[in-house]
């Protein structure tokens, strides 16, 4: 596609439910990013795939979340037994690979937690 | 671990003045990104700096970088309305993921 796409743009969901985030990439773009965003504060890294495989998954907070990219293209973003503290934008981005031409951001996913 | 800061966080301004906006990180890099966000918006990539004294400009912004002080800055000149929004410099410290500062709020009074 055009551009990053994110789906879906606004979720609520109840405190201990699973929720999962989608993130269509463009294409071609090998590397791709979720990053999660909080009120006031600069993105916060949680994953990094290259292909098929997390290359880095150090900002993952806990073992309550998981990302996927089985093909290489889309990646989901799981959230198991979710709490209110999970409430932020969930931001997904891609690039070519090498990260001449910068990273393309998705306009995110807002997860509330009530 | 690499760390970015910007200064300052905040930043109000009158239009038709020149100001600049610091971001210094912690390891080497040499690649190094400035973004804008809009209130409820996603990022918007305004430069991508890959190499020590790259300068770029882009209507009234202009972004350097020094890799041996670790130092990148926005500069704005002649601001207007129309540029406010928050400013976010990200670096990359060599390991393909980049890290983001925590942002400028910048508003532009008419």
């Known amino acids: 596609g055009a551009g990053v796409s994110q789906t879906p743009s606004n979720k609520v969901t109840e405190k201990g439910k699973y929720v999962e985030l989608r993130c269509d990439p463009i294409s071609g773009h090998t590397a791709l990013y979720w990053y999660r965003q909080s009120l006031g504060q600069g993105p916060e890294f949680l994953i990094y795939?290259?292909?098929?495989?997390?290359?880095?998954d150090s900002g993952l907070p806990n073992d309550r979340f998981f990302a996927v990219r089985p093909e290489g293209s889309v990646s989901t973003l799981k959230i198991q037994r979710t709490e209110r503290g999970d409430s932020a934008v969930y931001l997904c981005?891609?690039?070519?690979?090498?990260?001449?031409?910068?990273?393309?951001f998705g306009s995110g996913t807002r997860l509330t937690v009530v | 671990e690499l760390k970015v800061e910007q200064n300052p966080l905040f930043l109000s301004m009158q239009e038709g003045k020149n100001y600049t906006i610091y971001c210094n990180y912690s390891t080497t890099s040499d690649r190094l990104y400035w973004y804008r966000q809009d209130p409820g918006k996603s990022l918007e990539s305004l430069f991508v700096l890959l190499s020590n004294g790259a300068v770029k400009q882009e209507g009234r912004l202009m972004a350097s970088l020094d890799t041996k002080a670790r130092l990148s800055t926005l500069h704005i000149t002649a601001a207007v309305h129309d540029l406010s929004a928050t400013y976010f410099c990200a670096v990359d410290g060599g390991d393909d993921k980049i890290i983001f500062g925590k942002g400028t709020r910048l508003h532009i009074l008419p």
């Open positions: 795939f290259q292909g098929t495989g997390a290359a880095d």
């Open positions: 981005a891609s690039s070519s690979g090498a990260g001449n031409y910068g990273y393309t």
